[in-house]
């Protein structure tokens, strides 16, 4: 059986800690909602990157540097439209991720 899509939130977010360690930016999880029109529904993606001070009490926030989906067969259709669609209404959005969790399963079983 692959891993789950948290293993796969859990790898890239080690990945990402190391060029971060120094900078304003903060890697948050999806505890965080991510609403960037007031008026339209928000997302709760896998991992997201925001470099400005934020409130450590913030649920919500209306901006992202860099945003990460995992996909899974469940997810995936969500991912590439609705989420997509809104979150290119986000003006520092850099990137926006989608790693296929199944894939880099077979990956990593191969290897």
């Not at 450590?56 to 992202?64: M, V, Y």
Request: hydrophobic share 40%; with cysteine; aromatic share 4%.
């Amino acid at each position: 059986m692959p891993p789950s899509p948290v293993i796969a939130r859990e790898t890239i977010l080690i990945a990402l800690d190391s060029p971060l360690r120094g900078t304003p930016c903060q890697i948050l999880g999806p505890e965080v909602y991510l609403r960037a029109d007031p008026d339209a529904a928000g997302h709760d993606p896998e991992l997201l990157v925001v470099c400005r001070s934020l409130d450590p009490s913030a649920a919500e926030i209306g901006e992202a540097k860099l945003v990460i989906e995992v996909l899974s067969p469940s997810t995936e259709k969500r991912d590439r439209g609705d989420k997509w669609i809104g979150y290119q209404k986000i003006a520092v959005l850099q990137d926006y991720v989608l790693v296929p969790w199944l894939d880099q399963a077979l990956r990593t079983c191969d290897a």
